[in-house]
């Protein structure tokens, strides 16, 4: 069974960089057909999409978000990481890291929490 535990800061300042990690067992990222991600649900409300790394590498990420993000991953140690440049307030959220499968999310980790504060 696949499990995901996110990783990284609770507590960013404006205008640094967010960098969390999402550490996969059970699947090997690099198994065909898997899509990996981050989601976000800010306070009050509701899920957003942030960004994809495919089981071959590619990357796909939201309009909104692309100029200040990028989505990496570690094969060695199953590992792929979100990063998010510039931070503001805005983006405190609960972070999820999932898998995506036949155009839908059916893992999820827990989430952590991600406060902008100075």
């Known amino acids: 069974q696949v499990q995901l535990q996110e990783s990284g800061p609770g507590l960013v300042k404006p205008s640094q960089t967010l960098s969390l990690t999402c550490t996969v067992s059970g699947n090997s990222i690099t198994t065909n057909g898997y899509a990996w991600g981050w989601i976000r649900q800010p306070p009050g409300k509701g899920l957003e999409w942030i960004a994809d790394i495919h089981y071959s590498g590619f990357t796909f990420y939201t309009p909104s978000l692309m100029s200040r993000t990028t989505i990496s991953r570690d094969t060695s140690k199953n590992q792929f990481t979100l990063q998010l440049r510039s931070v503001t307030p805005e983006d405190t959220a609960v972070y999820y890291c999932?898998?995506?499968?036949?155009?839908?999310?059916?893992?999820w980790g827990q989430g952590t929490q991600v406060t902008v504060s100075s």
């Open positions: 999932v898998r995506g499968v036949n155009w839908s999310y059916d893992s």
